[in-house]
T-cell receptor, first 113, second 111 residues
């Protein structure tokens, strides 16, 4: 049973528009959430994170929103660029836990010029 | 960039042969992980280590073993490779922060 779900395997967006990637979780013990970006033939790289004490975290064009009551988080990319085309993984972790994050299956984002 | 390398980067092997993949870090991070990435499955944890000689199983550990005799090295062994183990394998490291740093990956093909 997936505790972290990314229900959209793929997303296609026009350059300059907003990309919204979604992630849902079921375990209420999760209190820290991360997004990783993965290009083909490379390892994932950390992109942005958010603690459960916040509902928004922003880093340049990337913003992550957390809705704890809905157990939902989203990554917004504004404006989207062709270089943002990659697979994005959502991950959830818990403080004082076992240092084993739980990953979603990823969403492949394609940004068309 | 975190100092983490994987070797080999590509390998083709035959069914039934043993295979060892190596992960090496220069960051002195305590935690090390092996994942496999397959289409439709995302990143699945095979084994992890929380210190020298301290390892534990992940969700897809059957057919795999690991060893960590030094802080910097984490070895993944496929005892008898099967075609279902054809995959891309990623090593990751982590200290006491939440972020993981991933290696470049090893593409393994079992024929």
């Amino acid at each position: 049973d997936q505790q972290v779900k990314q229900n959209s395997p793929s997303l296609s967006v026009q350059e300059g528009r907003i990309s919204i990637l979604n992630c849902d979780y079921t375990n209420s013990m999760f209190d820290y959430f991360l997004w990783y970006k993965k290009y083909p033939a490379e390892g994932p790289t950390f992109l942005i994170s958010i603690s459960s004490i916040k509902d928004k975290n922003e880093d340049g064009r990337f913003t992550v929103f957390l809705n704890k009551s809905a157990k939902h988080l989203s990554l917004h990319i504004v404006p989207s660029q062709p270089g943002d085309s990659a697979v994005y993984f959502c991950a959830a972790d818990m403080s004082g836990g076992s240092y084993i994050p739980t990953f979603g299956r990823g969403t492949s984002l394609i940004v068309h010029p | 960039d975190a100092g983490i390398t994987q070797s080999p980067r590509h390998k083709v092997t035959e069914t039934g042969t043993p295979v060892t993949l190596r992960c090496h870090q220069t960051e002195n991070h305590r935690y090390m992980y092996w994942y496999r990435q397959d289409p439709g499955h995302g990143l699945r944890l095979i084994h992890y280590s929380y210190g020298v000689k301290d390892t534990d199983k992940g969700e897809v550990s059957d057919g795999y073993s690991v060893s960590r005799s030094k802080t910097e090295d984490f070895l993944l062994t496929l005892e008898s490779a099967t075609s279902s183990q054809t995959s891309v394998y990623f090593c990751a490291i982590r200290d006491f922060n939440y972020e993981q740093y991933f290696g470049p990956g090893t593409r393994l093909t079992v024929t």
